[in-house]
């Protein structure tokens, strides 16, 4: 059950990073963020009305409410780096905040097997491959790779913490909803001061309501990944569960290789196929 989960966690990450990137090219990041995490706080507070999860109440939401303070930090950084870079190069590097939740699965104890450490190593070898990540070139160049390693902590952070916010299902409604409101509040404060900065807060020919679908998607995926990344944690080790979640950029190229047709070097094809041969290891460990 961990391997699927965190596999579907991948996929879904991977996939929101894709729309989140197509967005942020025309729209203002903060926007997209609000937009996008607005939408997921209203199908989410449905879900928490209709299954009860009000009464799952308790101080495990602060967690969640940490999560949902350095959420919309992470993703702004992570859109605008993918709004700078190729998706193929600046996605990957993400991946470098599994750091944070494999060390604290690390410290409360848990301690792979010998086959699962080796998983872990090679995975993570592959996914940084996948991207083929250049560090010399322009100075864009440069600061989305600032950007992509602040949103790597930010993820990693936001990974251990939402898997602290609940133990039970309903409670985990409550938590995603309690951390997206979070979200809505920081993310709209940091856009209200950047519009009085002078910063566009639209496009220029304004709200692009043909894309609201896209806006939409990028919120419930993100918010989905981060349930089934909890329930992953939950059922396993999270040493093995936050590796396979952070595969999700080999998604997220892989997007960009069909849909933008972004060529895929021979180093990232051998990256995809490490993280490949990692997952069929932590699976099997």
């Known amino acids: 059950m961990t391997a699927l989960f965190a ?8 996939l929101a990073d894709f729309g989140g990137g197509l967005l942020t090219r025309r729209t203002p990041a903060l926007t997209v963020v609000v937009v ?53 190069v600046v996605s990957p590097l993400g991946s470098i905040g599994v750091a944070v939740p ?36 322009a100075p864009v160049q440069r600061q989305a790779i600032v950007l992509t390693l602040l949103a790597a902590f930010g993820f990693g952070a936001v990974m251990a913490l939402i898997a602290e916010a609940s133990t039970t299902l309903t409670g985990l409604f409550l938590a995603l909803f309690v951390q997206r409101v979070t979200n809505v509040a920081a993310g709209g404060l940091a856009l209200l001061v950047s519009v009085r900065r002078g910063a566009p807060a639209l496009p220029a020919d304004g709200f692009p309501w043909r894309t609201l679908p896209a806006f939409a998607f990028v919120g419930l995926a993100d918010v989905a990944a981060n349930g089934t990344y909890s329930i992953a944690a939950q059922h396993g080790p999270v040493t093995v569960a936050a590796v396979l979640a952070s595969l ?3 998604v997220t190229a892989a997007a960009a290789r069909g849909f933008l047709r972004e060529r895929l070097r021979a180093v990232q094809a051998a990256g995809a196929g490490l993280a490949l041969v990692g997952t069929v290891l932590l699976a099997s460990g």
């Not at 596999?7 to 991977?14: E, I, M, V, Y």
């Not at 999560?67 to 870079?85: E, I, Q, T």
């Open 36 to 88: 996008s995490q607005s939408i997921a706080v209203v199908v989410l507070g449905a879900v928490v009305v209709a299954t009860g999860g009000w009464s799952e109440a308790g101080p495990q939401l602060w967690f969640a409410v940490a999560a949902g303070l350095v959420g919309p930090v992470a993703m702004l950084a992570f859109y605008k780096a993918l709004a700078l870079g190729p998706m193929g």
């Open 102 to 137: 494999v060390g604290v699965g690390l410290m409360l104890g848990e301690r792979p097997g010998l086959l699962q450490f080796t998983g872990i190593l090679v995975a993570v070898a592959g996914v940084c491959l996948a991207g083929g990540p250049q560090f010399r070139g």
């Open 7 to 14: 596999l579907a966690t991948s996929l879904l990450w991977g």
């Open 248 to 250: 999700y950029p080999v």
